[in-house]
């Protein structure tokens, strides 16, 4: 069977996916793109284990229902916790956003010393850590969760006084432990590159997951052959999220840099 016209599932947490949504479209824009945000259920990243997995088994069978022929966690928190434990259940790929960062802030440290800003969860799974040594266990790791930096943005506030302070304040430590690449763990960092570019400086690489994760989302599907070959017709981005508020569309569409004409609610 030829799977190739079928769409790309991506889900998060929430909102914040639209980042990597985003990028993806950038890179693959003849894709359709079915997007599930579990906006009912948000914020993931100060969940347990249990939940975020459960969470996360919930979200793949509802894109599998939709016919996906690839799911990529665009969620930190869901990627850190529950791929390693859910990928094995599945027939298609099932990409997170972590390894490919991984790989990437691997390649571009020189002096060996890598910072990693997430959720609570994220931080607290190791997860960077374990998959950085895997590649090289001469390299030291610096996580540091940001719990404040998702309602920042998700308030707009991406610039200005107050967002360098907070920024600076969490960054502290990772700057006097020189690090010279830093993972932006988080569907929501992105947002605040310009604020996190100036504290850390320019000598620091920023890492942005969710471009690496749509690098690999194309690597993948070439190497599985199905890439989609035809020009679509209709909208290419559909959105399905379990509490349809205002809010979603507003914030998303500042999130994905345009507009958002397809949002469904889907009850349980
Ligand atoms: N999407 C989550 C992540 O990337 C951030 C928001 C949340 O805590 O759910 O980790």
């Given at each position: 069977m030829?799977n190739?016209?079928?769409?790309?599932?991506?889900?998060d947490?929430?909102?914040?996916?639209?980042t990597?949504?985003?990028?993806?479209?950038?890179?693959?824009?003849?894709?359709?793109?079915?997007?599930?945000?579990?906006?009912?259920?948000?914020?993931?990243?100060n969940?347990?284990?249990?939940t975020?997995?459960?969470?996360?088994?919930?979200?793949?069978?509802?894109?599998?229902?939709?016919?996906?022929?690839?799911?990529?966690?665009?969620?930190?928190?869901?990627?850190?916790?529950?791929?390693?434990?859910?990928?094995?259940?599945?027939r298609?790929?099932i990409?997170?956003?972590?390894n490919?960062?991984?790989?990437?802030?691997?390649?571009?440290?020189?002096?060996?010393?890598?910072g990693?800003?997430?959720?609570?969860?994220?931080i607290?799974s190791?997860?960077?850590?374990?998959e950085?040594?895997?590649?090289?266990?001469?390299i030291?790791?610096?996580a540091?969760?940001?719990?404040?930096?998702?309602?920042?943005?998700?308030?707009?506030?991406?610039?200005?006084?107050v967002?360098?302070?907070?920024?600076?304040?969490?960054?502290?430590?990772?700057?006097?432990n020189?690090?010279?690449?830093?993972i932006?763990?988080?569907?929501?960092?992105p947002?605040?590159?310009?604020?996190?570019?100036?504290?850390?400086?320019?000598?620091?690489?920023?890492?942005?997951?969710a471009?690496e994760?749509?690098?690999?989302v194309?690597?993948i599907l070439?190497?599985?052959?199905?890439?989609?070959?035809?020009?679509?017709?209709?909208e290419?981005l559909?959105?399905f999220?379990t509490?349809?508020?205002?809010s979603?569309?507003?914030i998303?569409?500042?999130?994905?840099?345009?507009?958002?004409?397809?949002?469904?609610?889907?009850?349980?």
């Amino acid at each position: 069977m030829n799977n190739n016209s079928h769409p790309i599932g991506v889900f998060d947490s929430g909102v914040g996916g639209l980042t990597v949504a985003k990028e993806l479209r950038k890179l693959l824009n003849q894709e359709k793109i079915i997007y599930f945000g579990d906006t009912a259920r948000v914020p993931y990243g100060n969940k347990s284990r249990e939940t975020i997995i459960k969470f996360a088994l919930e979200s793949v069978l509802f894109l599998l229902k939709q016919n996906v022929k690839l799911v990529l966690i665009a969620c930190n928190t869901s990627s850190s916790i529950a791929l390693p434990v859910i990928r094995q259940y599945f027939r298609i790929p099932i990409i997170g956003v972590v390894n490919p960062a991984v790989r990437e802030s691997v390649y571009a440290t020189r002096n060996r010393r890598i910072g990693v800003i997430g959720t609570r969860a994220t931080i607290s799974s190791k997860i960077y850590e374990q998959e950085i040594r895997r590649l090289d266990s001469t390299i030291k790791v610096f996580a540091q969760s940001c719990p404040l930096f998702v309602p920042l943005v998700e308030e707009g506030w991406w610039d200005g006084e107050v967002v360098e302070g907070i920024v600076r304040s969490y960054l502290l430590p990772l700057k006097e432990n020189k690090i010279d690449t830093l993972i932006l763990a988080c569907t929501h960092y992105p947002l605040l590159k310009k604020v996190i570019g100036k504290v850390m400086g320019e000598n620091v690489v920023l890492i942005d997951s969710a471009r690496e994760a749509a690098i690999e989302v194309k690597k993948i599907l070439g190497e599985e052959n199905l890439l989609c070959l035809e020009k679509r017709r209709g909208e290419k981005l559909v959105c399905f999220v379990t509490d349809k508020s205002e809010s979603f569309k507003k914030i998303g569409e500042k999130f994905l840099g345009d507009k958002i004409k397809e949002i469904y609610e889907i009850k349980e």
